[in-house]
């Protein structure tokens, strides 16, 4: 399919951190299959960011460039259409663009501002793809029945397990076999962090690994302390289980609690601590959820997950258990969520 003469479609991107400048990059290496396979050409027509500032690009400007650019705090301000503050309202309200792609920081506490920023570019008309759990934990209602009534898509397969098509896979090719629960390693960093434990490091440094390779959340105490996997346990059990739950009611504990003398110990009986979310339905409808890490035995599917891969073991009526391994974390695996989104909204 050629896109020779096709408008392009115009992408706002809010928030220029690891995801946003992978965003960028994936983009301008994928253009040329994007045209051929499915006739889309993207084009970035803003840019905000806390830090760098906004940048409403000329014409020809590449923007994948900047990813590659050590930016400055309102580094945005020396390129034509540059300015050295932070937009994200005005540029959502303004900017004529297709899609927003909302890529700031995930809030654990309340979902703020990315679920204002969500909020604004629906009413604004625009599809919205993000990576971002907080809108989807603490309003994925809401802003889905805005969507709907605006004509338009709000769509987040990033929010869980990063590029591994979880969401898309589970809502729609699972959406006959009757899911009834899920559990999985859900955090890319709490995990990559056991591992590292049981090889002897200490906590901090295994943090500061993570965060190195961009699997860890702007407050890293969001990976270890389980509230991040508490977010993405919510948004599956109210996707998957028809459930109604807030973060909240997520039942969470972290790994905080552990030492490496616990991981040595256990790995030396054949066991490995990980952090487990999980969520069930009853037969009554009644759905409970909880992050908690459990020590589990080499022959639990789950216990052999290493690094920052995450796995889900689905419980379905008519197909019994159905489990996916991927990624769980990092910006390439994240902003490849964010294009499948996009394909996926103009494919339909
Ligand atoms: N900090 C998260 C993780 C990023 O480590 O899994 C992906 O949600």
């Known amino acids: 399919m050629a896109d020779e003469g096709r408008a392009p479609i115009n992408v706002v ?184 434990m049981g090889e002897g490091l200490d906590l901090g440094a295994a943090v500061r690994e993570a965060q190195a390779l961009g699997y860890a959340e702007a407050d890293p105490s969001a990976d270890i302390e389980g509230h991040d996997v508490r977010l993405k346990v919510a948004i599956m059990a109210n996707e998957l289980l028809g459930a109604d739950i807030s973060p909240e009611q997520v039942l969470c504990e972290g790994i905080s609690g552990l030492q490496p003398a616990d991981i040595l110990k256990a790995s030396r009986a054949g066991q490995h601590w990980k952090l487990i979310g999980s969520a069930s339905r009853d037969e009554r409808g009644s759905v409970t959820a909880a992050v908690a890490p459990r020590a589990l035995s080499s022959g639990h599917p789950l216990a052999n997950i290493a690094g920052a891969t995450n796995a889900i073991t689905f419980r379905t009526d008519v197909l019994g258990d159905v489990s996916m391994v991927g990624p769980g974390a990092g910006p390439l695996q994240t902003a490849y969520a964010l294009l499948s989104d996009i394909i996926a909204i103009y494919r339909s």
């Open 13 to 196: 991107l809010i928030g220029f951190g690891s995801v946003g400048k992978a965003f960028s990059r994936l983009i301008r290496d994928s253009s040329a299959s994007l045209a051929s396979k499915y006739g889309i050409r993207l084009n970035i027509a803003a840019v905000s960011d806390l830090r760098f500032g906004s940048l409403v690009p000329c014409e020809g400007m590449d923007v994948s460039r900047l990813a590659e650019t050590s930016l400055q705090p309102g580094g945005f301000e020396k390129y034509p259409g540059g300015s050295s503050r932070a937009q994200n309202e005005t540029i959502i309200r303004d900017v004529p663009a297709d899609i927003v792609i909302e890529a700031t920081f995930t809030n654990p506490v309340d979902g703020e501002p990315a679920t204002s920023h969500c909020r604004r570019a629906i009413e604004a008309g625009r599809h919205v793809v993000t990576c971002n759990k907080g809108p989807v934990a603490f309003a994925g209602k809401e802003l889905k029945a805005l969507a709907a009534r605006k004509g338009v898509t709000f769509a987040y397969e990033g929010a869980v397990m990063s590029g591994t098509p979880v969401i898309r896979v589970a809502s729609q090719t699972l959406a006959m076999a009757g899911i009834h629960g899920f559990e999985g390693i859900l955090n890319g960093t709490s995990n990559f962090v056991l591992g590292r």
